[in-house]
């Protein structure tokens, strides 16, 4: 038996323990009450035996509270058991019932009410029992319900991909935990945190939070905390590239679900270790833990997890090329997707996937329109006006953090300054004439330190509006140039010439590299260079895909990390682009197998060194072609003041040497 199984067992056995101590039938309800908790996240279905006895008692002893307690429990227990329908009729009555008697825990129940609507997949209901609990709780002074609810609100706006709601509520969600000190509230208040930048591409410091609260989790023995952070924290290590440390966070993920046997855990962890595998293309292996995890999602009817688990099978399929079985899975996701209530965000994600598997299947125009919703979905997530308002939210909670600060340490002062008078009570009017002077001294300081704190908060604010809407603005010339590829494509899919076409293909690869440079800069942290190795690994991937020379040619990236500013990065990435190209087309007749080496590295002279070298046939090869891909290199080579020489020993290898001031 694991640990967390081990602690619910003996908490349940303790309760029963007292059960059979008991003599007041109020306080046996009570236990009863709790019991039934007790076995929501552990054993659900067995927990359900208790509620007859519970209801039974509650009925002799005629006790309203008592009653809704109890329907309360089964609410929850079929509520973690997906029975939504079953579990939202107890949760509403045991409202009425406390709402009749006017106790503060019906607002509780609003949140749970909201949690039935939102797992069935009614996010607007949802909402609304979210924020009239908030409204409530907020009144009386109610943090632990706040805390419930700004948790659940912020999971609802980040999946209808309402990125500002979000924020505000992040930040909110914060302050209550801080404000209250509970351990628990924190580490959840550290989750969304990293949620949030996450969603804004800011992989390592959501990382940075993540641990913070998995440490916690660990400490506290929250297994299931445990288990979703660490899931979280795999597929952040899984977005920046690092295979080793995603998977032993996914496997630790896997273990903790497989230890407690809760379905929804399991559907979870199985699904992140699908997106390891599919990241690695390891097909099979993926499709094998969608697979797993789609029963999951069955088994407790979660209506978002099965359209987000067959969007993920649809594009797996795609990636494997077994395009019958992913338009069967896509259909299945958007069924779902289409009864939830919301535009939801991960949407833009099935878009993206039917866009690449019409793409696979050469339907343009369909790849076209599916891009066209993609492109939608994610700019009203991410426009000016949402970003304002993130700008706006964080901004508000770092001023109210500073004011508490503020108003703390006065206080401090103050209690200070009185011992001081009560201790020097003889000089009195001494210290009074002294005090006065430092109080003087003290408001004039601590005005120009107001003053100096608001100008500080203007001037932050606009550097970070700033850096917001550069972000946009890469952002939206990323997005135009992916649509000047699409329309490229249809284009040539409309063409019989080949050579035509072939024109065609390098146009459109000659705006993608331009395009992932601008992706690359709206996604890093900074907005003024590109990291080079990243950026090359990412365009030959995509020169490859286009040529369909994956596991054919083998490129090698003998190079640190170089980070080069934009006016640098395009040309080099533009040289790159037309000698790879040029590799692919003439350099392996018959698709033969070979190899490519890139070498990118600064010289201690100030030159940048540019080698792109493969074991090909060499120029001796046939070779065709207009010359443009060569007279481009020539004139971006010049452009970069440098010089190209090429040698045509066992294969092909071109050297450039820029003088490059910019290298960072």
Known sequence: MGYGQKQNQERIDSLLAE?????????????????????????????????????????????????????????????RLGNFSEALKCHTEAYTIYEKANDKYKNYVLVEIAQDYLDDGKLTEAETYLLKSLNLSEGIGDKKTMVKAYDILVYLYNIQGNISEMTKMMYAYLKVSEDMGDKQSIIHAAYTSAIYFESIGNNMEGLKYLKLALKAAKETGDKIAESNFNSYIGGLYNNLGNFPEAQKHYSAALGLAVESGDAKMLAVAHRDMGNFYQSQNNFTKAISHYRIALGKYKSITDKEGLAIIYYKLGITYTSAKKYEQATKYFDSSKTFYDNLNSNLLSMGDYYAGREKLAAATRNWESAYENYKQFVIIKDSAFNKESLQKLVSSQMQYEADKKEAAAKAEQEKKNLVAREEIKRQRNIRNAAFAVLAVVLLFSGVVFRQRNKIAGEKKRSDLLLLDKELLLKEIHHRVKNNLEVVSSLLALQSAQIDDPNTKEAMLAGQNRVHSIGIVHQKLYQGTNLGAIEMKDYFINLSESILDSFGAEGKVNIEFAMEKLNLDIDMAVPLGLI????????????????????VRIKLEKRTSGILHLEVSDNGVGKSGETKGTGFGGQLISLLTSQLNGKMTEDQKNGTSVFFDFKLEKVA
Not at 63 to 73: E, F, L, M, S, V
Not at 576 to 595: I, R, W
Request: no cysteine; glycine share 8%.
């Open 19 to 79: 059960l059979t101590k008991a003599k007041e039938d109020t306080t046996k309800l009570s236990l009863l009450g709790d019991i039934m908790y007790a076995h929501v996240y552990y054993k659900p279905q067995e927990g359900l035996t208790y509620q007859k006895a519970g209801m039974e008692l509650a009925q002799k002893i005629d006790w309203p509270i008592g009653t809704a307690k109890i329907k309360d429990k089964i609410g929850r227990l079929n509520w």
């Open 576 to 595: 790159v682009n037309e000698l790879l190209t040029n590799t692919l087309k003439y350099a392996f007749p018959d698709k033969q197998n070979g190899s």
